[in-house]
């Protein structure tokens, strides 16, 4: 039986990949795909059929130049729309653990943090933008994580060779759906399990890069026979270049090939061959929709491009009446004795037998401006992009109210939902590939420049030991109304009156940012410290109480270390919780009312006088109701029977007037 075409040998396998390419480049050109994404490319740029710009100005054409050519320009006009639509919300990104242990929910912290990282210093999100815009106008883009051993600071030098050797990071990449190769054939899951990626490369790097081949790479030609794809398509300039195309195989691990497999082929070589070396697979794609029994990609942008050739013809159709006719003509009848002379200058006082009459050339048809102006409604309704969201809303509705505009702009975001969750879930799909890429080959320690408290960046060295826990990263695209600044502003106000910002910075930084960080980030230390201690708790460790703890909180977390019955079969971490919850209420007693007042505790029960007295020197109460309590008798009468601190609770029962003695209190 014949081999697995993924898992011949080295040697053989740029065969293979050539094969692959070609039949996959073939397929495009016979079902009009390639076709359908060069139109769609053309239209997005202005392009005619030569690849040159044609919407910058006027073109002339016809047989004396006659016509003239005008190119709106319409479709591109509202992918960009659906694409800012799409690409503004922020994502928010919060890494997991398989296990709630302090170790475990430190490193998600720290994960979340070098995601933030990469997002801002290796400008993740224009990268994540530019994969959406190929989704939106060629209906599918492709984003690549990878690893770049060329790449970070470098640590230690070669002993033999000398080189420095660099401590490596990872490399994102967006690429076009014609520069992705895979399966032409439908998967049954739509997720094929080996993608082969065009690159271009500068020659004299790749040589660097593979030392034992460079004389032969330097040699090679731009891209080996066999490949043809230059001859299919190709959006750059020919000519001499450094550049020359090299292919990457990334095969998922399967059945046919239980390991995997990562190959880099320049012409007839393979360069680089290896097991894939990452536990998730690094390609992502994002699209629209899927077009049913196929494994492409769907964009509305396909259905523009007819209706905006239309467009074109009718607005070319009009711009040359005007253009060729703008010069007035006169028309008088025969023998009416005018002279071009007389009709001359400016203003002339004329005799004639007969008026002269200027013809109206220019004139247009009604139904031609009003069938431009029902394609634009039309182009705007398939997009799903409407007047309001262009921010042009029409004539019906410039006197429409913010709220009847706010449901209008709201319909253009309901209707590209499709597209903002395949961003959401690519995005999802980076970060958790990134968080696995660093696990793997981070060996090397790693400067990352972390956003702190009030937004403020500090270097933390991190290696793969240190995200070693998180099992897997998802992504909150945020709440829309932080994006607003009437938006954040609610917020801000909201949470100063719920007592939860408590200082002018953290006031400021949520209206300027939106981020809730600077407010939480206290609770979020406290509570990272309660698991630390249980979990040294669990191990038969001590732990130790101080007065600034949040007492309470302490004391109801570390109870749940009892709530395990295999817990209480074991004595000694029994006594040494009960010890430690011990702990913190002594601490807490002895705390002074200043202390409480400042860190926002309660009163301890039972060290502040009776229940119902007020708070020493003006400490906080704890919680009780406020005004006086009812007036408490020496004794007990009827509730002699009760627990001391219940007796005193409890209202005096009323006396019997013929016998003198108190009623019983009520029996539960």
């Known amino acids: 039986m014949e081999a697995y075409w993924a898992s011949v040998l080295t040697e053989e396998l740029p065969d293979k990949v050539a094969e692959k390419t070609d039949a996959y480049y073939k397929n495009l050109q016979t079902d009009g795909r390639l076709d359908l994404w060069r139109n769609c490319y053309r239209h997005y740029y202005g392009l005619d059929s030569n690849w040159r710009h044609v919407s910058a100005k006027p073109q ?30 922020k994502p928010s990104f919060e890494a997991r653990a398989l296990n709630t242990d302090y170790k475990s929910q430190a490193q998600c912290i720290l994960g979340q943090q070098i995601l933030e990282f990469y997002m801002r210093e290796r400008k993740l999100s224009q990268l994540f933008r530019l994969g959406d815009e190929y989704a939106v106008v060629m209906s599918e883009g492709y984003v690549i994580t990878d690893w770049d051993q060329d790449r970070g600071e470098s ?21 076009l759906p014609t520069d992705v190769v895979r399966e032409y054939h439908q998967d049954e899951d739509n997720k094929p399990d080996w993608y082969i990626v065009r690159r271009r490369q500068n020659r004299h790097k790749l040589a660097a890069m593979y030392p034992e081949y460079a004389e032969k790479i330097l040699r090679m030609p731009d891209s080996r026979p066999g490949f043809n794809f230059d001859d299919v398509h ?82 070319s159709s009009v711009v040359s009446n005007n253009n060729n006719h703008a010069i007035q003509n006169i028309w ?134 240190d995200i070693s826990a998180i099992s ?68 038969g460790m001590g732990a130790t109480a101080i007065p600034t703890d949040n007492h309470p909180l302490h004391v109801k977390e570390h109870n749940a270390i009892l709530a395990d019955p295999e817990t ?24 002074s009312p200043e202390l409480l007042q400042l860190l926002g505790l309660p009163v301890p029960p039972m060290s502040g006088g009776p229940p119902g007295a007020p708070p020493p020197n003006g400490a906080p109460s704890s919680g009780g109701p406020s005004g006086p309590m009812p007036e408490q008798m020496p004794d007990q009468g009827g509730n002699a029977n009760l627990p001391p601190e219940l007796a005193t609770q409890m209202p005096r029962m009323p006396t019997n007037p013929m016998t003198g003695d108190q009623a019983p209190a009520p029996q539960n």
């Open 60 to 89: 002339r054409d016809g047989e004396i130049g006659e016509l003239v050519k005008v190119k709106a320009c319409h479709a591109a006009n509202l992918a960009q729309h659906l694409i800012n639509l799409t690409a503004q919300s």
């Open 155 to 175: 640590y230690m030098v070669h002993p033999e060779t000398q080189k420095e050797i660099k401590a490596g990071d990872v490399d994102v990449r967006v690429f």
């Open 234 to 315: 190709d959006f750059t300039p020919k000519g001499d270049s450094d550049r020359i195309t090299t292919w990457t195989l990334y095969h998922d691990r399967c059945p046919q090939l239980p390991r995997g497999r990562k190959s880099v082929i320049i012409d007839s070589e393979t360069v680089h061959d290896e097991e894939f070396p990452f536990k998730k697979f690094n390609v992502h794609r994002v699209c629209p929709r899927v077009q049913m029994k196929t494994p492409y990609g769907y964009s509305a942008m396909f259905d523009l491009l007819g209706l905006e050739d239309v467009m074109d013809m009718l607005l």
């Open 332 to 465: 008088t009848k025969p023998g009416a004795q005018l002279t071009v002379r007389q009709l001359s200058g400016g203003m002339n006082h004329l005799e004639s037998v007969d008026k002269p009459e200027p013809i109206q050339l220019t004139m247009s048809s009604p139904e031609t401006y009003n069938l431009i102006k029902y394609l634009e409604t039309l182009v705007e309704t398939i997009s799903g992009v409407n007047s309001v969201a262009r921010g042009n809303p029409d004539g019906g509705l410039k006197g429409a109210s913010g709220s009847a505009l706010a449901l209008l702009q709201s319909m253009t975001i309901q209707f590209a939902s499709g597209l903002q969750e395949a961003h959401a879930q690519m995005v999802e799909s980076v970060g958790d590939s990134i968080i696995d890429i660093l696990q793997i080959k981070a060996e090397v320690p790693r400067i990352a420049m972390i956003a702190g408290k009030s937004n403020r960046a500090y270097a933390k060295q991190f290696s793969n030991k």
């Open 472 to 539: 897997r990263v998802v992504v909150d695209m945020g709440n829309p109304a932080a994006r607003t600044s009437a938006g954040r502003l609610q917020i801000a106000d909201n949470l100063l009156q719920a007592g939860h910002i408590k200082r002018p910075e953290q006031y400021i930084e949520v209206l300027s940012t939106g981020r809730l960080e600077p407010i939480i980030e206290a609770e979020q230390a406290e509570l990272l410290l309660i698991k630390a201690e249980n979990d040294e708790l669990k191990d």
């Open 568 to 591: 209480r079969r074991q004595p000694d971490i029994v006594q040494s919780v009960l010890s430690h919850i011990q702990e913190h209420i002594d601490t807490w007693k002895e705390m």
